[in-house]
Antibody, heavy 119, light 110 residues
Framework: EVQLVESGGGLVQPGGSLRLSCATS????????MHWVRQAPGKGLVWVSLVSGDGTNTNYADSVKGRFTISRDNANNIVYLQMNSLRAEDTAVYYC????????????WGQGTLVTVSS | QSALTQPASVSGSPGQSITISCTGT?????????VSWYQQHPGKAPKLMIH???NRPSGVSIRFSGSKSGNTASLTISGLQPEDEADYYC??????????FGGGTKLTVL
């Protein structure tokens, strides 16, 4: 059974940092691209970042470029999102999701982890 | 990276059909067959309903179908059922090798 479990969310002050983790199981992790998608309270889905299966290709939404870094540990089947210089507008539930075949839809999602940026 | 344009809400009665549009540009929807649709119930993670414009993942009802014409993709749900009431989002690959989502559409089953 495919499982994705996010962790690392919480309350952080503006300008602070947080690292999210997404532990996965049930599939050959290194062969799948992975994404982070966020959803502010009461708002829609917003794509944040992606990483290729081998970790060499990454990309980011303009709103987080230069502040967030995606990475993965294929030995332990975990994808990370390092978030620096956090702003109030980064407050959201952050989901990790598996890409079924490189931009061909995210077929498995975690339950999400809430990040709240507030003083 | 402007969001794709979806209607804020649509509604229909049980048994009817509805269509949700998703309008992008020639830099995303219009140039690639990498359009996906997601269903999201309150408090739940999104669920993939359609990938590559018109393909249904295993387990998704045949009542859900997708299509595309020019810069606009569409999701059609036929034979509406109460459990179809949810938020629906489209997404597309872009020429910047990123993804972009639509703003979401709230489907109400009357």
């Amino acid at each position: 059974e495919v499982q994705l479990v996010e962790s690392g969310g919480g309350l952080v002050q503006p300008g602070g940092s947080l690292r999210l983790s997404c532990a996965t199981s049930g599939f050959t992790f290194s062969t799948y691209w992975m994404h982070w998608v966020r959803q502010a309270p009461g708002k829609g889905l917003v794509w944040v970042s992606l990483v290729s299966g081998d970790g060499t290709n990454t990309n980011y939404a303009d709103s987080v470029k230069g502040r967030f870094t995606i990475s993965r540990d294929n030995a332990n089947n975990i994808v990370y999102l390092q978030m620096n210089s956090l702003r109030a507008e980064d407050t959201a539930v952050y989901y990790c999701a598996r890409d079924r075949l490189v931009y061909a839809g995210n077929d498995y999602w975690g339950q999400g982890t809430l990040v709240t940026v507030s003083s | 990276q402007s969001a794709l344009t979806q209607p804020a809400s649509v509604s229909g009665s049980p048994g009817q059909s509805i269509t949700i549009s998703c309008t992008g540009t020639s830099s995303d929807v219009g140039s690639y067959n990498y359009v996906s649709w997601y269903q999201q119930h309150p408090g739940k993670a999104p669920k993939l309903m359609i990938h590559n414009v018109s393909n249904r993942p295993s387990g998704v009802s045949i009542r859900f179908s997708g299509s595309k014409s020019g810069n606009t993709a569409s999701l059609t749900i036929s034979g509406l059922q109460p459990e179809d009431e949810a938020d629906y989002y489209c997404s597309s690959y872009t020429s910047s090798s990123t993804l972009v989502f639509g703003g979401g559409t709230k489907l109400t089953v009357l």
